[in-house]
């Protein structure tokens, strides 16, 4: 962490203050009309100024000094276009803070280790949302400032570098749009013995998200149907395929095995996420292919809501991305759901 020495603050007679920055509020009375501020703590003064703080009886006023200092609404103007990626608006600076907003319906990304890295150059502060989550358009998802009213022009340069060395520290990924085929898996939905719930739910989650069905196949649980069904979308143009049905431990569920058959690497089977444990993700070749376990039919929020945004937004997801889930894995549940606004998968 690094320390800089800061100009001491100065009582000067108002027509020497000019282009210094005020370091309290200056009331105005008008007896039995108004009273309030007439310039605010942080006011940069100009020459137009003196007369007005001089007609309230102010000759000498508490100020800092800019020489090779900034401003603090400069300085988190500065901070926040050398962080700021793609697809994210910023503020005017407001009492010192720039505040950021989603542009798009999207996954918010955070560089972590360079957000740490920023927030240790001193008296700068930059707080966000956490990484890796969706966000709608016009969402705040972070803001900075620094703490004093003025700061060294070393420390902003200082700041400015960090976020070049990591840059973007943030960001909002677009969903893309992508056409998924479905496998339906199970005896008792091909054979019409129970109707399907677990497909509209899946396509319902997609639609959200800006993806859509392009193609449904219903198989019974055999290993050479579902290799088929499989091959079958992926050569009408499927760009993603989700196994529904429910993926279990039971011998009759064949669909790792097809997912492999069909010339799939999985990528795990089985996830530290509750509810979810029983997720399946793999590739062929560079197309997604998840198998979904029962309770994303049944809960609002699971490993879907975890795994699939960070997949359409351009990501490849790794087995040790997976690993890292069990921090946060654990779904309370709520009577009153607010995910994503909530520790699940943070």
């Known amino acids: 962490m690094k320390y800089y020495e800061k100009d001491k603050v100065e009582a000067l007679p ?82 010192g803070k720039v505040g950021f907003s989603s542009r798009i319906h999207g996954l918010l990304k955070i560089n972590v280790e360079g957000l740490e890295k920023l927030n240790s ?31 060294p022009e070393k420390l ?44 509209p739910v899946v396509e319902k989650k997609f639609n959200e998200l800006g993806s859509r069905i392009m193609g449904k196949r ?39 095995a097809a997912v492999r058959a069909a010339g799939g690497k999985i990528i795990t089977y089985g996830v530290p996420v509750l509810p979810g444990a029983m997720f399946m993700l793999a590739y062929i070749n560079d197309i997604p292919v998840i198998g979904l376990p029962g309770c994303v039919m049944y809960h609002r929020t699971s490993i879907f809501d975890l795994v699939v945004p960070r997949v359409l937004a351009g990501e490849t997801v790794e087995k040790n991305d997976i690993v890292k889930m069990g921090h946060g894995g654990l779904c309370s549940n709520c009577t009153d759901c607010r995910y994503p606004d909530c520790g699940f998968g943070k």
Do not use: W
């Open 156 to 199: 902003v340069a200082d700041a400015e570098k960090v976020c070049e060395q990591y840059f973007p520290i943030i960001e909002v990924k677009p969903f893309a749009a992508l056409d998924v085929g479905m496998v339906v898996t199970g005896s008792e939905v091909f054979h019409e013995r129970i109707r399907d719930k677990f497909g």
């Open 218 to 256: 219903v198989v019974p649980d055999d290993l050479e149907m579902t290799v088929s069904a499989i091959r079958d979308l992926i050569a009408d143009g499927a760009r993603m395929i989700a196994l529904t049905g429910g993926m279990s431990v039971d011998p009759d569920d064949l669909t790792p």
């Open 14 to 95: 108002v027509r020497d203050a000019v282009g210094k920055v005020l370091l309290h509020d200056i009331t105005r009375i008008v007896p039995d009309l108004f009273k309030g501020p007439l310039f605010k703590k942080g006011h940069i003064i100009t020459e137009a100024d003196v007369d007005a703080l001089l007609d309230v009886g102010k000759e000498h006023i508490y100020v800092s000094g800019l020489k090779n200092e900034v401003h603090e609404n400069e300085a988190a103007q500065r901070i926040a276009k050398a962080s700021l990626g793609s697809n994210i608006d910023i503020s005017a600076p407001e009492e």
């Open 121 to 151: 150059v001193q008296d700068v502060a930059f707080a966000s949302l956490h990484t890796s989550r969706s966000v709608n358009a016009g969402q705040e998802i972070a803001g900075t400032r620094v703490i004093p009213l003025t700061v």
